[in-house]
């Protein structure tokens, strides 16, 4: 290579706007595809905010890929520019409880969100700072510059404990605010969530639920198709949307997932040094979205929850056939001996079961009730989605 040549110097042969195939990216909403009615609902709940009044507090489940961190964003930002028209002040904190799980980083986290320290005069430091001054940081941030709060807490499942939601959630209740209000948007992956809080929190931060069903291949087709000026004009084959599309309403309607597909085969195109996007670069696509998914899906699982998985797949790994069905039983005898080898204990069975239950509904593995013959009852069987090889590596790696 020449003193004269950049590597960097050279337009993109393939994108013309690749943030558009980014998970990251907030579309405007003739983006949004499939997902009027849940935007509608979503509207409603919290439209009181848009007067300065409290919202309804709002949780909304559904699998991954669905819309629901997507629709949330979108109409907060709808409501903020719409509250303004009315000399409503909103501000909105999202807070990704993966990442800031404690009672304590959720609360600065929604704090430095909800903050302007040249107009508020408060600082909020990363470190410290006690919790309870944290808490007392963001109600002076809520009272001083702000009518109406909206908190997004994606993944909320991930909190440690509940005493956040309770804070939250009854914050102008108790008096911590008086000269504004809050509202909070908690989003999750299960459908059980809400069995697990303390009976104050469940009353009062449940006040309206929303599924998010997922997907079909036609709302599949038409998001990828109002993504498609992410290439340049000509680069993709015709038949390149369609398989997307079909491969992703095939496995469990996840628009991540077919974005992600149509994002990687466009790189897999330029590493080839091809200036089309072509269907043969969808299935190594595919493969390569397979992995990615699987180790962040499985990395944001609890512990005992990847040693199941990687006991499944021990399991099917020794049985004949392809994609066996295995026992639940036979699952936790191979569980028993991965927690043995970690040197931590497992878990009772009847809480096996519903860690099992949870990566069905993840569409991590799939479950079914069969009988054991006339007479003989029925057990539960269990399945992997994805090959066993590849689980058992995302396991040990996440």
């Known amino acids: 290579m020449s003193e004269s040549e950049s590597f960097f110097g050279k337009p993109d042969p393939i994108f013309a706007d690749k943030e558009l195939l980014r998970v990251s990216h907030l579309p405007d909403s003739d983006r949004i595809i499939g997902r009027d009615t849940e935007l509608q609902k979503l509207a409603d709940a919290i439209k009181d905010a848009q007067r300065g009044n409290t919202p309804n507090n709002v949780l909304i489940y559904g699998k991954t890929g669905t819309g629901k961190s997507l629709c949330s964003k979108y109409i907060t930002r709808d409501?903020?520019?719409?509250?303004?028209?009315?000399?409503?002040?909103?501000?909105?904190?999202?807070?990704?409880?993966?990442?800031?799980?404690?009672?304590?980083?959720?609360?600065?986290?929604?704090?430095?969100?909800?903050?302007?320290?040249?107009?508020?005069?408060?600082?909020?430091?990363?470190?410290?700072?006690?919790?309870?001054?944290?808490?007392?940081?963001?109600?002076?941030?809520?009272?001083?510059?702000?009518?109406?709060?909206?908190?997004?807490?994606?993944?909320?499942?991930?909190?440690?404990?509940?005493?956040?939601?309770?804070?939250l959630s009854r914050a102008a209740e108790a008096g911590k605010v008086t000269d504004s209000t809050l509202g909070v948007v908690g989003i999750s992956n299960k459908i059980r969530y809400k069995d697990t809080l303390n009976e104050r929190v469940k009353s009062s931060l449940s006040e309206r639920d929303f599924v998010f069903p997922p997907y079909d291949a036609i709302q599949l087709r038409e998001i990828l198709k109002s993504r498609s000026d992410a290439f340049r004009e000509g680069v993709l084959e015709g038949d390149v949307i369609p398989k997307v599309a079909a491969l992703a309403a095939k496995e469990h309607g996840d628009a991540r997932k077919a974005i992600d597909i149509l994002r990687y085969a466009g790189e897999i195109a330029d590493e080839h040094d091809d200036d089309t996007v072509t269907i043969e670069y969808v299935d190594e696509a595919h493969e390569r979205e397979e992995e990615a998914r699987l180790s962040e899906l499985i990395s944001k699982q609890p512990e005992h929850s990847k040693h199941l998985l990687q006991a499944l797949g021990s399991e099917a790994k020794d049985s004949p056939g392809e994609n066996p069905a295995i026992p639940t039983k036979s699952v936790y005898s191979m569980y028993e001996r991965i927690c043995e080898s970690h040197g931590i204990d497992p878990l009772k069975v009847r809480r096996v079961r519903d860690l099992l239950s949870e990566l069905a509904f993840l569409s991590l593995i799939e479950q079914e009730r069969k009988g054991r013959g006339k007479g003989k009852g029925a057990h539960t069987v269990n399945q992997l989605v994805d090959d066993p090889d590849i689980v058992i590596k995302a396991c040990e790696s996440a």
């Open 79 to 167: 409501l903020t520019e719409a509250a303004a028209d009315n000399g409503v002040k909103i501000g909105v904190a999202y807070v990704d409880c993966f990442q800031e799980s404690t009672e304590t980083q959720t609360v600065r986290t929604i704090a430095q969100a909800l903050n302007d320290p040249d107009e508020t005069g408060i600082t909020v430091p990363h470190t410290g700072v006690s919790t309870s001054d944290y808490y007392r940081r963001l109600w002076d941030i809520l009272d001083g510059r702000l009518d109406v709060g909206i908190v997004i807490l994606d993944e909320i499942d991930k909190l440690e404990g509940d005493n956040v939601l309770m804070q």
